[in-house]
């Protein structure tokens, strides 16, 4: 519920920023020209704008355990579990794992935790995934954290720490 009212209030910020920057137009046409004009309110919009995104965003919910050559060839499978779901958004978990070449048991490949849903004003990242085998081979302990950072009009106003902790039954 809280991500519809972050994403209401960002959207109402935006408007209220748009409407104020038309204003300051209207005042600086006639004093500096409308082509001068519109440049200083691109100006002013930009930097409501988040072109912050770095290239590598994606690897921001991609964890590497195992490398994928120490498993066998068509051995692997991937499973999902959603860690988290409320009305907006959701958390899952794809865990890939497949059999180790030498022992055959069951080793985690990759796991990847992507943010589902409306991430309007929010920025999620994985910080640390830790996927371990149990003493049951058709199963695995996870332990995850990352960080969700709270932002109106692309500024940080929280972060706000996740962390997930369970047992994942394999097919």
């Excluded at 935006?14 to 519109?38: E, N």
């Excluded at 943010?115 to 830790?130: N, R």
Aim: proline share 3%.
């Amino acid at each position: 519920m809280f991500y519809l009212f972050w994403l209401v209030l960002n959207i109402a910020a935006m408007i209220t920023v748009i409407y104020y920057c038309f204003r300051a137009f209207g005042y600086l046409r006639p004093k500096l020209g409308a082509f001068i004009s519109i440049i200083i309110v691109l100006v002013l919009l930009s930097f409501v704008t988040d072109t912050g995104k770095d290239a590598n965003s994606s690897s921001r919910h991609y964890w590497k355990i195992n490398p994928a050559e120490s498993t066998m060839t068509n051995s692997n499978d991937v499973i999902k579990v959603t860690l988290e779901k409320n009305w907006t958004c959701q958390y899952k978990l794809y865990l890939q794992y497949g059999k180790e070449k030498t022992s055959g048991k069951l080793i985690p490949v990759s796991a990847s935790v992507p943010f589902l849903g409306i991430s309007s004003g929010t920025d999620w990242s994985l910080v640390m995934v830790t996927i371990t085998p149990t003493e049951d081979e058709k199963a695995f302990q996870y332990d995850i954290y990352g960080k969700v950072n709270w932002k109106l009009l692309s500024i940080k106003v929280y972060s706000e720490q996740k962390h997930w902790k369970g047992i994942l039954r394999l097919k």
